[in-house]
């Protein structure tokens, strides 16, 4: 990356991430330049064009250093990472919470339990939680 690309990009601070599509490549070098500091917002996403990317996120950078989040969007979450976001404390800033998730089981009763008793003490104005059903019959 060039130099110039980084000093403009070093002086912004309020980056609003759209990981959905984003490459391998792309995803590995994303927080080299941008710092996780100044991200407001950003969706993540496990789909099959990005497979475990919730997951990769939270091994390479503590979700605390997303201390100015305002927004998170995580699409089709497992159980284990959301989980490990809930019990971060920048959680508790975040304005707008939006999960995506397969089924009730990939939550399970003691997740949700959780979730809205950690719901309650936050500052989040808005949720979305987008279950999908699928008929195993």
């Known amino acids: 990356v060039c130099k110039r690309f980084k000093i ?14 984003i ?10 330049i941008i710092s996780p500091e100044n991200v407001l917002s950003i969706i993540l996403s496990n789909s099959t064009d990005t497979p475990n990317q919730i997951h990769t ?9 997303f201390s100015r989040l305002e927004a998170l969007s995580l699409i089709n979450v497992n159980r284990n990472s959301l989980y490990s976001i809930l019990m971060q404390k920048s959680f508790y ?45």
């Open 8 to 21: 403009i990009i070093s002086s912004y601070d309020r980056h609003q991430l759209d990981l959905r599509l």
């Open 23 to 32: 490459s391998k490549i792309g995803f590995d070098r994303i927080f080299h």
């Open 57 to 65: 996120l939270l091994l390479r950078i503590s979700f605390e250093r």
């Open 93 to 137: 800033s975040l304005k707008s919470l939006s999960i995506t998730c397969s089924s009730w089981e990939v939550l399970g009763h003691s997740v949700l339990e959780f979730f809205s008793s950690i719901v309650a003490k936050s500052k989040l104005e808005r949720l979305d939680l987008n279950i999908s059903y699928k008929d195993t019959a």
